[in-house]
């Protein structure tokens, strides 16, 4: 145990402080456009991001995985803020990690294995392509200066990194605001900076309870907008946990993270801010610094904090250009570009899930009703393939006396194909149905069997069904009504 | 599976060899067949640093095909460097007359390596310190600690220099664990040619009298040739002066009888142990 968490906290601390305080430095930029996105004030996101990103390095159960304040729960929140303002924002989040916690104990975690890789993808890229329509309002309505100063951020963005010597040991997103904000200063620039676009933290986060009644009428308007935040903030914690899994060749607990998000959740609306998860840009990020342990998410949100409460001044002061130039930079890093050209290599099916699921969710703004789609007919999808792996052959023993060999799936998607492959028309004494190769899975099935013995006694065939295997059986003894005579009269004398 | 075999860990560091010549003794003795194990255990620090903080088009794809060749180069080189140790290490064992000698290398923590093979191991040996430590210090390594408390099979822990044994010490204290470890030496061909001194360290009353005598009964009785000795003063300067003045060759002991938390507050006389042992120390649970 002791062992576990010198592991998980101390075992790469430079490395881990390094990464934190690089990821803390593009966490700004996020969490303040999100809050913009949600529409409160940029210090809800930023509270929420020091909070998530804290409380989640010491219960979450994937270390060097960040978590923080996200466009993907931002987008969710939208109208609830409209509507009824913050504190039901701050109920909400509550709740959110009430949500979250038991889905941790009821270890829902598991069920990210009816997710495919194709839906993965098709929330991968959705989500970038939110966080990059995000950006399109401080790019409408303004003058070319805003354009201009876009352009050069991402240029420097990218370009930085390439410098020998000091490329690599600067954030580039640092040197970009940093650079904006100063030519914006010097030359008097009239365009929007942080300070527009709200009310920054200048102290330290205090413990509040939301200001809301405690009453039914208030569960009614939080518990849909909680229980679609709880599900896309596991959704995408548990994907980014996949892609950490991935990157660092380690394990991760996913129920605790599950517990973990929530309690992440339930501290940020205590402490006035809002819902979030973990993000897929930040955490690439976070482990391409060199972050690998539970000190790096801490480092970040601490780091975070620090920043944003003694240099407020100066946050006040950073143009919006320079915020959509990272944020802009970020949802490029999402993106899988690498589905687009598989777009050509994977099956039909797959790339129909993918689109799809991208499709829903831009249009939607909700990543749970995507994955819910893309899960579905993904489902959808693979009965039929799997239905196809149904065949019966007939054959002619001897005179009078006809055998057919079912070989395959038989269920609810295979089940018409199964009883179109018998010939009632041709007439015989007897007829085998061979089952040893087969598959009964639903009732179904079950009942697609009935109907072939039914059609065939009331040819005046005499019925004979070997070779059921034991999976065959149970569901057959279960639902079938062919071996018991009361029944078969039953149904026998509707006609 | 029975446990029947000898496990022995080596990483190449130092003491690697005294594990070597420790388990071919034991392996010898016993006539059991002896693993050696080479655990290559995960580095968490990432070997290059990139602090530009930039994320680009597939940025994810990119990052995981580099930190694939990277591992991939390290892990390489680290098998063939660990092939060569048990290389060695199975010729030495085996010119020591060990039986039925292998090596086995595993991706693994070494603690988890040990627990998956412990139900066929009979004896483990370990080195005291590992690699990442400096051999004069008087301290036990990273591991040790961790896998004497989770490990339930008897574990032989090497220090420094192995030289055969001709007699042993056994620190007994009239607590439960103590006499199953009685029972257990009692039952093991390991030390019954070996001159044995049973030490108890406390109170000279009849009833640890009592006691001390009864364990050394059994002893005899299974036809092992012991000393019972009844010491006063504090339990590891009392042993540390028996050991030097009867010229030990060998300490075996109960480990880690209390509670983590009680060891917190009045510190572990088997960490002690331990770390200031300058000969092997079979360790019973």
Known sequence: ?495 | MTKHQITACIDGSAISTAVCDTAAWASSILEAPLTFLHVLEKSLSPAKEDLSGAIGLGSREHLLDELTALDERRNKVAIEHGKHLLEDAVQRAMAAGAIDVTGEQRHDQLLDALLACEESTRLFVIGRLGEDHDSNKQVIGSHIENVVRAIHTPILMATGQFSTPGNYMLAYDGSETADKAIDRIANSPLLSNLHGHVVMVGKDTSESRTRLDNACKILSNKGHQVHPHLLKGDVNSCLMDFQQGFNIELKVMGAYGHSRIREFIVGSNTTKMLSTSTVPVLILR
């Open chain 1, 1 to 495: 145990m002791i062992e576990t968490i010198k592991q998980d906290w101390f075992s790469n601390i430079r490395g881990d402080l390094l990464a934190g305080i690089v990821v803390a430095l593009a966490l700004i930029p996020e969490a303040i456009a999100f809050s913009i996105i949600a529409g409160v004030d940029p210090k809800v996101g930023l509270y929420a991001s020091f909070c998530i990103a804290v409380v989640i390095a010491v219960v979450g159960g994937r270390p060097g995985m960040i978590s923080a304040a996200t466009g993907a729960m931002a987008l969710l929140m939208v109208t609830l803020v409209k509507q009824h303002g913050l504190e039901y924002l701050l109920a909400a989040t509550l709740l959110t990690g009430v949500i979250q916690i038991a889905a941790g104990f009821l270890k829902l975690g598991s069920l990210m294995r009816f997710v495919s890789r194709s839906v993965v993808t098709g929330f991968v890229n959705a989500l970038a392509i939110l966080i990059f329509m995000a950006q399109l309002p401080e790019l409408t309505n303004v003058t070319w200066h805003v354009y201009a100063m876009t352009a050069a951020g991402l240029g420097i963005i990218y370009l930085f990194p390439l410098l020998p010597a000091i490329g690599k040991t600067i954030p580039s997103p640092l040197v970009c605001i940093i650079a904006l904000t100063v030519m914006a200063m010097l030359l008097n620039l009239d365009i929007r900076t942080v300070g527009d676009m709200g009310q920054l933290p200048d102290t330290l986060p205090v413990f509040l309870w939301p200001d809301v009644p405690l009453n039914l009428s208030t569960l009614q308007i939080i518990l849909p907008y909680s229980i679609g935040l709880a599900v896309v903030g596991l959704l995408e914690s548990m994907m980014t946990a996949t892609i950490v899994d991935d990157l660092t060749d380690t394990k991760s607990d996913k129920n605790r993270e599950c517990k973990g998000q929530g309690i992440a959740n339930i501290g940020a609306g205590l402490l006035g801010g809002m819902a979030g998860c973990a993000m897929i840009g930040q955490s690439i990020i976070n482990v391409k610094s060199g972050g690998r342990g539970r000190l790096s998410t801490f480092t970040a949100g601490a780091f975070l904090l620090v920043m944003v409460v003694f240099l407020d001044e100066w946050l006040k002061q950073i143009p919006m250009a320079a915020l959509v130039a990272v944020m802009i930079m970020v949802s490029i890093g999402t993106f899988s570009w690498d589905s687009l050209r598989n777009l050509k290599k994977h099956p039909l099916s797959t790339n129909i899930v993918m689109i799809t699921t991208v499709v829903v969710v831009v249009a939607t703004h909700n990543l749970a009703i995507g994955v819910f789609v893309g899960v579905l007919l993904a489902a959808l999808f693979f009965a039929n393939k799997i239905g196809r792996f149904m065949v019966v052959k007939a054959e002619k023993t001897e005179a009078g006396h006809r055998r057919y060999n079912v070989v395959g799936q038989v269920f609810f998607a295979s089940a018409d194909h199964f009883v179109e492959s018998f010939d009632f028309k041709e007439v015989v004494d007897c007829v085998t149905i061979d089952l040893h190769l087969a598959h009964f899975w639903d009732i179904t099935s079950v009942a697609a069997l009935d109907k072939v013995v039914i059609k065939f006694r009331r040819e005046g065939a005499e019925v004979k069904i070997i070779g059921m295997n034991e999976a065959t059986r149970t569901v057959v003894d279960k639902f079938g009504v062919h071996d018991k005579p009361e029944e078969v009269e039953k149904l026998m004398a509707g006609h």
